[in-house]
């Protein structure tokens, strides 16, 4: 099938209490590996792309390589731009064919973000391309931040109620005490504000930050409202440690398939694993 938007793929993923995993690829390789893993999963799935391999890979590249994928498929894939302030570039991926964008105006004042975000979503509507937004900061959250400071940096639920209305956004990422990165201890999940944030914001919401939180975090956060998980730095350090290991036995190794092919099979096996913890196994039949 075509690349869809990742509105409806999130709204049904939310009525039913399970998250769709969305994962970074940064190479041809990454990409057809996360799109096998949903094929055997037969789970929805997300692609997502950063601004820094847009402009690595460029845009229509990366939505050509996805829509064959999404072709040859028989699950539901999205192609979503991950993390971006520049309203340009959130165009010239949605003109190239990206299905869902983040509008990352988080660092901005309130009103700031509301107005950016208005933007991206009015030119979206008219295309039904979905759109993401943030509230609060994901990064930067450190376990050691005193209760004061955590507070002001996590997304305020009366916030997020007033941001969904007025901006009409699909999907909302609120910092909720993830971070971006691999964790040093366990993440300080704000669960209570999870829900808080969940009763009063019916739109799907999206936890960033995904590389290594316990399965028993990710679940209960998922059952709170979440419905996008992120997976970034833990799939693309599994995708280097599999190329790494091809030299450290051969160094001598200059046939690009030789140490391509057993990276895509670590990075396929390490997202099915996160499909089995946002419980999206078995989810495409969701969606016929
Ligand atoms: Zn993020």
Known sequence: MALVSSTSLLQTARQNKYAIGAFNVHTLEMLQAVVEAAE??????????????????????????ATVAANRSSVPIALHLDHCSDFNVIMSCIRAGYTSVM?????????ENVAATQKVVEAANAIGINVEAELGKVGGVEDDIVVDERDALLADPAECAEFVERTGVHTLAPAIGTAHGIYKGTPNIDFDRIKRIADVVSVPLVLHGGSGIPEEQVKR??????????VATELRIIFSDAIKAVFAENPEEN?????????????KKAAMEKMHLC???GRASDFR
Do not use: W
């Open 221 to 230: 956060a998922v059952s709170l409202g979440m419905a996008k998980m992120n």
């Open 40 to 65: 055997e999963a037969q789970s929805p799935l997300i692609i997502q792309s950063t601004v820094g391999t847009v402009k690595h890979l460029g845009a229509d590249y990366i939505a050509a390589a």
């Open 279 to 281: 419980g999206c196994v």
């Open 103 to 111: 509008i990352d105006a988080s660092h901005s004042p309130f009103e």
């Open 255 to 267: 046939d690009p398939r030789k140490y391509m092919v057993p990276a895509k099979q670590a990075l």
